[in-house]
C-alpha cells in the first residue's frame, strides 16, 4: 500500500507564491510518476503537472513558466513551486502517486490554495 500526504497551500494574494509537498511512503517501487492535479468549485479535477521517475516534466498550459514541479526520489516527495499566482489558480491541490504495473492511482487529501484579489 502507498501512502500520500501532502503539505503547504494556504492563502495568498495575486502575484504570489506558495510551495506545496507531497511525501509518498509504503511499496513505492512501482510507482513511476507523481502529480498534482487540481479541482475547483463546480469544476472538473485537473492535470496541472507532473514528473516522471526520469525526471520529464508536464503540465498545463496556464501554468506553464509560473509553475514548476520537481521530486526528490531519495525522500520520495514531490514539490510544485507556484509562482504568480493568479485567482484562477484558487482550488483544491492533490497530490498523485501513479502506479501503472497495478493501474492505481493513489492520492493524497488535498490541500487548499486560495489566491486573492
Known amino acids: 500500500q502507498v501512502q500520500v500526504v501532502e503539505s503547504g497551500g494556504g492563502l495568498v494574494q495575486v502575484g504570489g507564491s506558495l510551495r506545496l509537498s507531497c511525501s509518498v511512503s509504503?511499496?513505492?517501487?512501482?510507482?513511476?510518476?507523481l502529480g498534482w492535479y487540481r479541482q475547483a468549485p463546480g469544476k472538473q479535477r485537473e492535470l496541472v503537472a507532473t514528473?516522471?521517475?526520469?525526471?520529464?516534466?508536464t503540465y498545463l498550459d496556464s501554468v506553464k513558466g509560473r509553475f514548476t514541479i520537481s521530486r526528490d526520489n531519495d525522500k520520495s516527495t514531490v514539490y510544485l513551486q507556484m509562482n504568480n499566482l493568479k485567482s484562477e489558480d484558487t482550488a483544491r491541490y492533490f497530490c498523485?502517486?501513479?502506479?501503472?504495473?497495478?493501474?492505481?492511482?493513489?492520492w493524497g487529501q488535498g490541500n487548499q490554495v486560495t489566491v486573492s484579489t
Open positions: 498523485d502517486a501513479d502506479d501503472p504495473i497495478f493501474g492505481t492511482h493513489y
Open positions: 514528473i516522471e521517475a526520469s525526471g520529464s516534466t
Open positions: 509504503g511499496d513505492t517501487r512501482t510507482v513511476n510518476a
